[in-house]
């Protein structure tokens, strides 16, 4: 009874989206990595990426049998683990591509920050929880911003731009869902202008070039701007229905650099084209709309802010990753959900995936 009760409650529209994008994700991978496993002969980029797909599935199936307001009890714990581990990979941590954001464990490694995704959220939704009731002036929200400060500081220091963004906008999401007023997201927004020199201070150099290159790529063609130019041929040349599966000259052939992670929204568009790319954004809208749906329609103040949380989090990895693909973004390195190759990324993608259906199975009232 238990079990047929939970799969009537089950956000079919939410559980296929996601699928179908993992299974997209996977083509386009194995297009990304092709040449490379054509000349080498290995092939344990796409098996890791498969096995700890099929194991987030079953962990996440696993969940449901939990109801998630009992990860309240656990906030405090979580929170110090997450700072822990952030401290740990900015002492310990393994340094690649400029960044050190890594704990090499053995033949694995992995990226805290992602995993500090899902653990900002679910403690930020506790937190505001326990104040609603008395967040009525701009000084009441104080201590929530200093909430999100304190990992937000440690993950710039990585450094990892893109993740401490993430975290602003989860922090906004939640926010404007609690009641926080539109008078005074303007007066942030003119404090952040403000301080935009005091930022540009605290950039790494490399940062400041993708900032410069986002304004002009032509500015370094074959340093910082090189990604994006390439990136923009990809996606342009792919036309109306693009090249075909492993037929992208871009990707085969190595010029578009990241292809299977921070750029592999141009693979998509190199060889499935226009449709392929359209295609790939309305499964994206599914799930925001199966966000929202969930957050409107929870049980209590914990279910919808966690449901914002997570919504927010795809809605913003989504628009900077496509928009840094054609352009119309700076290259933050924010990996586009269920797409880009990374273990650490899958996780915790499934995981927030898992919550919004746990979210929606302990909801009666939900409607189609």
Known sequence: MELR??????DWWLIL???????????????????????TGRSWHMWRQMIFMAVSIIVA?????FDYRMLKNYTKQLYIVNLVLLIVVMLFGHAQLGAQRWIQIGPLSFQPSEFSKIILIICLAAFIEKRLEWLETFKDYLPVFAYVLVPF??????????????FIAILLGMIFISGFKYKWFLGLGVTFLALMPVFWRVLKDYQKNRIRVFLDPELDPFGSGYHVIQSKIAVGSGGLFGKGWLEGTQSQLNFLPENHTDFIFAVAGEEFGFVGTILLILLYLIIIWRGIVIALNADDDFGTLLAIGITSMFMFHIVINIGMTIGIMPVTGVPLPFLSYGVSSLLTNVGLIALLLNIKVQDQRLQF
Request: proline share 2%; glycine share 4%; charged share 10%.
């Open 5 to 10: 009760r939970t799969l009537r409650n089950l």
């Open 17 to 39: 989206a996601t699928l179908m994008l993992m299974t997209y994700g996977l083509v386009l991978i194995y297009s990304a990595i092709h040449t490379f496993v054509v000349e």
């Open 61 to 65: 199936a696993f969940s449901l049998r």
């Open 153 to 166: 500081i440690l993950v710039m220091r990585q450094p990892d731009l893109g993740t401490s963004l993430t």
